[in-house]
């Protein structure tokens, strides 16, 4: 069954450092999500993009944060300079069209010190 | 806005024993309805989904009915194993974006 893989699976970095997670989106889907799990909390919404700009973002989503979709296959986020507080499991989600395609990777565990 | 609001954890059972997860949610038009697991260090994996009211949505022996009339869609399993103790999370898709309950952590003892 096709996936979304991410990686690193964990990322320890340092605050004030610039970091970049990766996710490999499943190839014929056309719409791909961040999201983002603090420990013990909900998972959130950060963004969405299609047609390779960002079509919807919240507000956690500040200026720190980016997307690219570089080549093609890759899809990536970006925080410019990490804080403490961004310390959390962030997921890559792709999808084709209509609800029923959505696939959630395995998650990115990011822990900023 | 869109939400979701699940009971609270931990829920611990013995093994064999019957498990439900309350869920509620509230939204707009028309979501679709979903259950994630998440294992210890692990990802989020879809265990079942229902797209219109009075779907069921049924895996791995766990099942959820989605009823409009009291916006809910309770998770349930008729004989928990101890490999089903992971992190359950309600979830709703919306106009392509997901709203997650807050999940709730499941324990089945031997």
């Known amino acids: ?3 979304v893989t991410q990686t690193p699976s964990h990322q ?6 610039e970091v970049i997670l990766r ?10 999500y ?11 919404f950060l963004v969405s993009f ?10 956690i989503f500040d200026d720190q944060f980016s997307v690219e979709r570089p080549d093609g296959s890759n899809f990536t986020l970006k925080i410019r300079s990490t804080k403490l507080e961004d310390s959390a499991m962030y997921f890559c989600a792709s999808r084709t069209i209509g609800q029923g395609g959505y ?7 990011l822990t900023v010190v | 806005g869109d939400s979701v609001t699940q009971m609270e954890g931990p829920v611990t059972l013995s093994e064999e024993a019957f498990l439900t997860i309350n869920c509620t949610y509230t939204a707009t038009g028309y979501p679709s309805l979903f259950w994630y697991v998440q ?3 692990e990802g989020l994996q879809l265990l079942l989904k229902a797209t219109k009211a009075d779907d069921k949505g049924s895996n791995k022996g766990f099942e959820a009915t989605y009823r409009k009339e009291t916006t809910s869609f309770h998770l349930e ?5 101890v490999s089903d103790s992971a992190v359950y999370f309600c979830a709703l898709n919306n106009f392509n974006k997901f709203y997650f309950g807050s999940g709730t952590k499941l324990n089945v003892k031997p």
């Not at chain 1, 320890?12 to 450092?17: P, S």
């Not at chain 1, 961040?34 to 959130?44: A, P």
């Not at chain 1, 696939?103 to 565990?109: E, K, L, N, P, V």
């Open chain 2, 39 to 41: 294992y210890p260090g």
């Open chain 1, 50 to 59: 299609y047609n390779n700009e960002i079509s919807e973002k919240s507000e």
């Open chain 1, 34 to 44: 961040w999201y983002r799990q603090i420990l013990g909390q909900k998972v959130e």
């Open chain 1, 1 to 3: 069954e096709p996936e």
């Open chain 2, 77 to 81: 399993k008729g004989s928990v194993q």
């Open chain 1, 103 to 109: 696939t959630f990777g395995s998650g990115t565990r």
């Open chain 1, 12 to 17: 320890v970095t340092q605050m004030g450092q």
């Open chain 1, 23 to 32: 996710c490999v989106p499943i190839s014929n889907h056309l719409y791909f």
